[in-house]
C-alpha cells in the first residue's frame, strides 16, 4: 500500500512543490497528513498531490524524520 503513514515522497503541487514529505497519519477522501521540509508544520494535503518513494520511516520518530527531510536541529529563539 502506498499511502501509509511513514511514507516518504515529494510534494508536486502547492507552494512546497518539489520538497520532500512524509505522510504522518492517513485521513479520509485520499486526504493525508504530511510534514515537508520546507514547512515542519503538519497539515492535511490531496494524496494526489504526492509521488510516492520507496522508502519508510517512523512517523512518531521525530530523529528519523528531520533527518529524511534534512532538517538540522533547531537554533534557540532568541528573546
Known sequence: ???????????????DAGSMAVITSVG???????VTSKRQKERKCNARHLE???????P????QVNKILGISAQAPKHK
Open 28 to 34: 479520509q477522501n485520499g486526504y493525508v497528513n504530511i
Open 1 to 15: 500500500m502506498l499511502v501509509e503513514p511513514g511514507r516518504v515522497c515529494i510534494k508536486k503541487f502547492g507552494r
Open 52 to 58: 510516492f518513494l520507496n522508502e519508510t520511516v517512523d
Open 60 to 63: 512518531k520518530n521525530k530523529d
